[in-house]
């Protein structure tokens, strides 16, 4: 089964709320606001800003901020920060000492067309489109009320 780790699933959030804060935000609002440990915020952003994706700023009004719009931030990316390169196997792009029977292994370098392709869909999503969508507003809000399919009452006595 493939599965992201949950540094790098936290990774993502951290970095779509910071977009969300518009500006520089320090670890401990971070993590209030998405409800990760401190702890676990400021090991991501140190990742992150060994990475190139988060700028840290010092000082009193000191904390992160994006590096760059989450248009230009792919998902392979976040993952590459935290996890290290994306290798379906040991394998993968002839790497060399991951696995005990490589020298003998019928299917060495099969697994690199499937390797790139993960990595090519992963390299297409950005951060953007994993923003939550916020509603728009319709017309059936509370404070425009369609006079045709209103609930009608009858008029009371002092009417």
């Avoid at 190139?52 to 904390?63: E, F, K, P």
């Avoid at 059936?140 to 609930?151: C, Q, Y």
Wanted: with cysteine; glycine share 8%; charged share 20%.
């Amino acid at each position: 089964m493939l599965r992201l780790s949950k540094l790098t699933d936290y990774a993502v959030v951290v970095l779509v709320q910071l977009d969300s804060s518009g500006g520089v935000t320090t670890s401990p609002s971070l993590a209030q606001e998405t409800g990760v440990p401190e702890p676990t915020v400021a090991k991501v952003l140190k990742a992150l800003a060994a990475a190139g994706l988060v700028v840290s700023q010092r000082g009193a009004r000191g904390g992160y901020r994006l590096a760059r719009v989450l248009e230009e931030i792919s998902v392979a990316r976040v993952i590459a920060a935290i996890d290290g390169p994306i290798s379906l196997t040991a394998c993968v792009d002839g790497a060399v000492g991951g696995c005990e029977a490589q020298c003998h292994c019928p299917i060495r370098g099969r697994w690199d067309p499937v390797n790139h392709a993960i990595l090519s869909a992963l390299t297409r999503i950005t951060l953007a489109e994993m923003r939550p969508e916020i509603p728009a507003a319709t017309s059936s809000s509370a404070f425009n009320v369609d006079p045709l399919t209103a609930p009608r009452h009858a008029p009371s006595a002092a009417e």
